[in-house]
């Protein structure tokens, strides 16, 4: 399986538009030791198939398809792109879908709320409904696995099986209506001719038995890497809220997800949905060799990973 990244970031970017913090100033300036990042956006491929599966499509998508050569077309009228699968609603995963609007059909696989959250009620939903069948969408239930299919029900060679993980609904829709379970999962997705697993969960609001269960034996693991502290954005002036109310557990202290994954049996271990504030950024920081001394990596634009 080949796992590409095409955006690492959080919500924003690295560095975003209107953010003069350390980071964000110091990327600008060239005065750090950081990399830009875009909205968090992967594409996963099994071995020798022309297609590709993306995991969230970020408001960025045109500039991150461009990025990536394997998934440029190979025709007059042609993408690589099988299928799309989205973690959550939150427009950093799910903006994109819009972008994709050439008259091109899509197969997007979401949960129940996800799809409701996108489609009812969205007037610009409409652009994706120019013709019957333009998003066939392929509603995930948790906790079963299944086949990942293109548009036309040919294989990717890719399974997923969609995990419960503690999060929240998007922004937008807090107070529209009641919170969903289904709101926030996380995937498992297995490559059938090898056996060899990806875990993906980009949105953690605490480690639970599933969270867990869904990390366990995988070959690599990528995880919500939003900030480092819980206090990262009021300690900065830069919000009122403290990571956990944001549904991101952080990766630092005594209960962020270094420390309570300790023990965590998997391959690579890989933060993703990095936010332009965490000081792990830094490719000096005390942060980001304690993240390298626990054997975790930081995933930045780009970065591939075979397993
Ligand atoms: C999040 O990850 O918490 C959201 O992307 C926040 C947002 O939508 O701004
Ligand atoms: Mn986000
Ligand atoms: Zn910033």
Redo the contacts with the bound molecule.
Sequence with gaps: MLIRVLGSAAGGGF??WN?G?D??RGLRDGTIRAQARTQECVAVSADGSGGSVLLNCSPEIRGQIESAPTLHPRAPRHSPISAILLTNGDLDHCLGLLSLRESHRLIVYATDPVERGFTRGNVLYRTLERFPGQVRWHILKTGREEDIVDVDGRATGLTVHAVVVPGKAPLHLEGERPADPEDNVGFRIREARTDRVLAYLSGVASVTDAVRQAIAGAHAVFFDGTFWSGDELPALGLGTKRAEEMAHMPVGGRTGSLAQLADARAGRRIYIHIN??NPMLREDSPERAAVAAAGWEVARDGMEVKI
Excluded: K, R, V
Aim: net charge neutral.
């Design positions: 560095p975003q953010c913090c980071n964000c332009n504030t």
